[in-house]
């Protein structure tokens, strides 16, 4: 099973894409979408236009985004969040089923610990995935993402059958 996992991001956006059979995982391959543009609506066409790529490119079977939190800033909250529906939208148009798993859920996931910093979580990735060298955090974090979901996949499916 092919599985896509994405940070999403309006500056940057990390993807990455990891093979999962059983217990084994591999990676498969990572990293960031860029947007250019300087107004919203045109860095949102962009971060469709790359995203949409990476599924073409890697074919995933399933797909996994981090959920967004509320922070002091509201503004950059919701700005956030339009980011997300792109990344929650691109798989969707593929007909790809699309998860969602808040962030102390990955980190828990993956490192152990609900608050694990960025370096535990690359560290951790880097463990898990041999080969896997994330040039950048968002890129690591996409790849915890794909983790966390290879582990709840199954479960999720046994909840569905039933």
């Known amino acids: 099973m092919r599985i896509l996992g994405i940070d999403p991001g309006l500056r940057t956006l990390g993807w990455g894409v990891i093979d999962a059979v059983g217990n084994r995982l591999g990676h498969v391959d990572s990293g960031v979408c860029q947007p250019q543009g300087s107004d919203l609506a045109t860095r949102l066409l962009d971060l469709h236009r790359l995203l949409?790529?990476?599924?073409?490119?890697?074919?995933?079977?399933?797909?996994?985004?981090?959920?967004?939190?509320?922070?002091?800033?509201?503004?950059?909250?919701?700005?956030?969040?339009?980011?997300?529906?792109?990344?929650?939208?691109?798989?969707?148009?593929?007909?790809i089923p699309v998860s969602e798993y808040a962030p102390n859920t990955v980190?828990?996931?993956?490192?152990?610990?609900?608050?694990?910093?960025?370096?535990?979580?690359?560290?951790?990735?880097?463990?898990?995935?041999p080969g896997a060298d994330p040039t950048r955090a968002d890129a690591a974090d996409a790849l915890a993402i794909a983790i966390c979901?290879?582990?709840?996949?199954?479960a999720q499916a046994l909840r569905i059958r039933a």
């Open 107 to 129: 980190k828990k996931t993956v490192v152990g610990v609900g608050h694990a910093d960025k370096r535990q979580v690359e560290h951790m990735v880097r463990l898990q995935l």
């Open 52 to 95: 949409s790529d990476v599924v073409a490119r890697f074919g995933p079977d399933l797909a996994a985004v981090e959920q967004t939190f509320v922070n002091k800033d509201g503004s950059g909250t919701l700005k956030l969040g339009q980011a997300r529906g792109i990344a929650l939208l691109v798989p969707a148009q593929a007909g």
């Open 149 to 154: 979901h290879a582990h709840h996949a199954p």
